[in-house]
């Protein structure tokens, strides 16, 4: 996947989005999230990959210029950073928070007690990955979001960027800045051996718990955002998450925070627990339970729509926050005592749900829209907010009275490949659909089965213009139509052991076709030096294929972990996994062949719901440069400056004009030229001009580097004295977060 959709009009420097390839064992699904500035995080085994974009800005290339750099000229290929998150963290990393709230730190022993459900039953230091989401923006560094992870062990992870030094924020690589990622650190979690203070209107004990699933809500624009946590007594917790981040600090210090307990509230459903013993019992429960719908603004108020699953019930609550959410200030957080909706229906082991980002409005109602994955079918709901629901279905009940106990049975085709990724697609405004467009993919993808990737989107007006499939779909789609004739498939493998073994023939097997190679060399030697027609002959034979008419099978097949869309929904990525039909992997920690898929949606742009998403600049960028969003302001112009200034943007730099027009090279002391982008002195010193102000940068450290257009801010506390009144109150709308030239957010402080 390119950007050979840009016309020629447009800026070069877009890397072309490929495949990533990576050894990596994956241990579970939705295994694929993708941040509000477009990083990439992949789950595997015990670690956690992260990818982060790059854009085009000046020093951006496409083409290589040496034989070193044609492997490394591709988007995500940069920079990555691989971290285990196995780690067990000691409840001393929480006391921070409750000093924050002084609230007496409780003690208690240190335990390795295991849970009670199938999600979080290690109680060992080594356990895999289980989930990972990252939270909206604004809660890490510079307003990124943090990325909280869940291993098998119960406890929940939050991994954010601490403070790093001036000289370490970002890296050069072929001459262009690049944002480092090696100061992730870990500010706190829950879970486990980990407690959180309570809020002074919610008094609830403290017990070690183990966390089974979690959820962060949408975004609400603020410092601040909730997030929900399902435990192994079917309990779900709702938390305030807050942060404050300093520029100034000891090195990997992750800021300031204030987390605490809201609420709690039952999850276990209506239907009763069964026994295991019991012929009909089957297991349950999921590991990504929790949802949350778009919230809804109302006067005063803003309200969500908390989904769960539980045992053959998906159950929804809403949640109210009444009033101003004051910084760093304890939210009044209202959760409804009942479900304003449910439904029963038979679910397996990691059902989920995923909402529609959009609140339809139907006469004087509000309601929101989603897909329940079973996971091995779909079945599409629609919710009200403040609805209420019949006591009948919330009542007590074994899952044989409502009829939940085994599927249906139009549906038994599909009960042997479940769905791990499902894709919401935007919707179309003007146009009103009985449910949601989406695609999902199903685990595994052979070539005997078709049901690994579907969707219910139209076909294309024009299908000669346009492509009917996905790239990542078309990928897998060739991987499994590729043949082989039988006896070269079973080449290196016989599975009655008659030859030689899987280790020796993948060790020994470049000597192997050397040594073919070389004895194809020698007969081909003989039979011409023996005899000139019969070499002749033997040429003319090779030529022709010398396994036509032999039996052929498909030596691929594949997983299918994840799926996951971008933040504007332009493009999806899978994580897959490729597999030998013919000999056994080796599913060990050395890691299989797994692959990182992408393909641009192929679901209609709607303009209006797009300007309507309240996307980040590295967001829009992202879903420009890979999808059919228009393009960004001050991204990707040959020469980092922007084309396009808006009349803020104008005004601030014209009530720094008298500023810059004083400034004299730092070099010669001469008088500086003020030119786009740049100033120069006679002497050819040239200094960049701050993005925001458009005065000249004359040393180093004293700015900010934009981590999406390349261009230098200076900092706030850098602006030269004495610049008048108008300047002084104008400098009031710089941001030590933000570029002044395009919004993206800096490499660092």
């Keep these: 996947m390119s950007a050979q959709n840009k016309t020629s009009e447009e800026p070069t420097g877009i890397l072309p ?63 990555a950073l691989r971290f285990p998150a196995v780690e067990r963290r000691v409840p001393e990393l929480n006391r921070p928070l409750f000093e924050r709230l002084k609230q007496p730190f409780p003690e208690f022993d240190f335990t390795w007690e295991a849970g009670q459900s199938i999600v979080a039953n290690l109680g060992s230091s080594l356990n895999h990955v289980v989930a990972l989401e990252w939270s909206p923006n604004g809660l890490g560094r510079m307003r990124r979001s943090v990325l909280a992870v869940l291993t098998g062990s119960g406890a929940l992870t939050v991994y954010c960027e601490g403070i790093v030094a001036d000289d370490a924020g970002g890296i050069k690589i072929k001459g262009r800045n690049i944002r480092a990622i090696s100061s992730w650190v870990v500010p706190w979690g829950v879970g486990g051996n980990l407690l959180l203070p309570r809020a002074k209107y919610h008094d609830s004990p403290y017990s070690l718990e183990h966390i089974t699933s979690f959820s962060w809500a949408r975004d609400l624009e603020k410092n601040g955002s909730l997030l929900a946590y399902m435990n192994d007594e079917d309990e779900i917790v709702i938390l305030s998450v807050q942060s404050r981040h300093t520029i100034v600090g000891e090195e990997n210090d992750p800021g300031e925070w204030r987390v605490e307990e809201l609420a709690r509230f039952a999850g276990g459903g209506p239907h009763e627990k069964s026994d295991p013993c019991d012929p009909d019992s089957m297991p349950s429960g999921s590991s990504f339970a929790l949802r949350w719908s778009p919230w809804l603004q109302r006067s005063g108020s803003r309200s969500a729509i908390l989904s769960y699953v539980t045992r053959n019930y998906v159950g929804f609550r809403q949640i109210t926050i009444k009033g101003t959410w004051r910084d760093f200030k304890t939210p009044e957080v209202e959760v409804q005592p009942y479900d304003i909706s449910g439904t029963c229906l038979h679910l397996g082991p990691d059902a989920f749900i995923t909402w529609e980002d959009l609140i339809w409005t139907k006469g004087q109602s509000k309601e929101c829209r989603g897909i329940i994955a079973t996971p091995f079918t779909t079945q599409s709901f629609n919710v009200t907010f403040d609805s209420t629901i019949d006591p009948a279905t919330t009542a007590k009940h074994s899952i044989s009275e409502c009829g939940t106990a085994y599927p249906s049975h139009g549906h038994a085709s599909n009960h042997s490949n479940p769905i791990t990724g499902l894709v919401v ?32 989107l139209p076909l294309p007006a024009d299908p000669d213009k346009a492509p009917s499939k996905p790239a990542w779909v078309t990928e897998i789609s060739d991987l499994l139509e590729v043949t082989e004739p039988l006896s070269m498939a079973y080449r290196y493998y016989n599975p009655d052991g ?43 034979d090779e030529l022709n294929d010398p396994f036509e008419g032999m039996e052929r099978i498909n030596p691929n097949r594949l997983r299918i972990w994840g799926m996951a869309a971008s933040p504007g929904s332009g493009v999806v990525a899978v994580f897959t996994t490729l597999y030998s039909t013919i000999k056994p992997e080796r599913y060990t920690f050395a890691g299989l062949r797994c692959r990182i898929m992408f393909g641009k949606s192929l679901a209609p742009v709607d303009p209006a719901f797009f300007s309507t998403r309240k996307l980040s600049t590295e967001a829009r960028a992202f879903e420009w440069m890979y999808g059919d969003a228009p393009q960004v302001p001050g991204v990707g112009l040959l020469n980092g400056t922007s084309a396009e200034t808006t009349s803020k943007q104008q005004a601030l730099k014209g009530a720094f004009k008298h500023v810059a027009e004083k400034v004299k090279c730092a070099l010669c002391g001469a008088k500086l030229e003020i030119q786009a982008g740049t100033s120069r002195c006679p002497k050819g010193h040239v200094f960049a001009n701050c993005a925001a102000t458009g005065i000249p940068v004359l040393a180093p450290g004293i700015s900010n580097n934009c981590g999406v257009c390349g261009s230098k801010c200076l900092k706030p506390n850098e602006l030269p004295d004495d610049i008048g009144d108008a300047a002084t109150a104008a400098a009031k709308q710089i941001s030590a977060e933000t570029c002044g030239g395009c919004g993206g957010k800096f490499l660092n402080h």
């Design 425 to 456: 697609h935007a919707p179309d405004i003007s146009k009103s659909t009985d449910i949601p467009y989406f695609s999902l993919s199903r685990l595994s993808a052979t070539n005997t089965n078709n049901d690994w990737y579907q969707t219910n």
């Design 498 to 540: 008659a030859t030689k073994s899987e280790s020796d023939a993948g060790g020994s097997e470049n000597e192997d076709d050397n040594s073919m190679l070389d004895d194809d060399e020698d007969d081909e030697f003989e039979d011409f030096d023996s005899d000139e027609e019969n070499g002749k002959a033997t040429f003319v």
């Design 17 to 79: 989005l490929e495949t990533l390839n990576l050894r990596a064992v994956a241990l579970t699904t939705h295994n694929l999230a993708w941040s509000p500035d477009a990083e990439l995080a992949v789950a595997s085994d015990d670690s956690i990959y992260l990818y982060l974009p790059e854009y085009p800005s000046q020093g951006t290339r496409t083409k290589s210029t040496s034989l070193a750099d044609l492997d490394t000229r591709r988007q995500y290929y940069e920079v």
